[in-house]
């Protein structure tokens, strides 16, 4: 998986792409820190560009969001398409983490 980020409009967006498994989980939550040290206090996961997501995967994602939590901070999951969608809807964390069609989306919502 590559991950690469950067920051939009004072949005710290994380673009992780190919396959969200157990192999690639570690590295996209080594980043939470670097999402927690941004000054704004909402950070994005574009998944646009992730292919699967596996039990581990959503272990990442969840993780994610309960460390920038500590910090006061929300992350948003943007552009989930085809089978990560259907996770996210299926275990209903889309229910509990802000969850967008596209970055625009969240931006507008959320005032940004």
């Keep these: 998986m590559e991950?690469?980020?950067e920051t939009v409009d004072g949005i710290f967006v994380v673009?992780?792409?190919g396959p969200l498994d157990a192999d690639?989980?570690?590295r996209l939550t080594e980043v939470s820190a670097r999402m927690a040290a941004h000054e704004g206090d909402c950070a994005a996961i574009d998944l646009s560009s992730v292919s699967f997501v596996d039990s581990t995967g959503i272990g990442a994602?969840?993780?994610?969001?309960?460390?920038l939590k500590n910090f006061d901070k929300t992350v948003c999951f943007v552009g989930a398409k085809g089978q990560p969608a259907d996770m996210l809807s299926f275990?209903?964390?889309?229910?509990?983490?802000?969850?967008?069609?596209?970055l625009?989306?969240?931006r507008r919502d959320r005032g940004v």
Excluded: C, E, F, G
Excluded at 61 to 67: F, G, N
């Design 61 to 67: 994602l969840v993780s994610i969001h309960k460390q």
């Design 15 to 17: 673009y992780p792409r």
């Design 104 to 106: 625009a989306d969240m």
């Design 24 to 26: 690639a989980a570690p």
């Design 91 to 102: 275990l209903r964390i889309d229910q509990v983490i802000p969850t967008y069609p596209a």
């Design 3 to 5: 991950i690469h980020s």
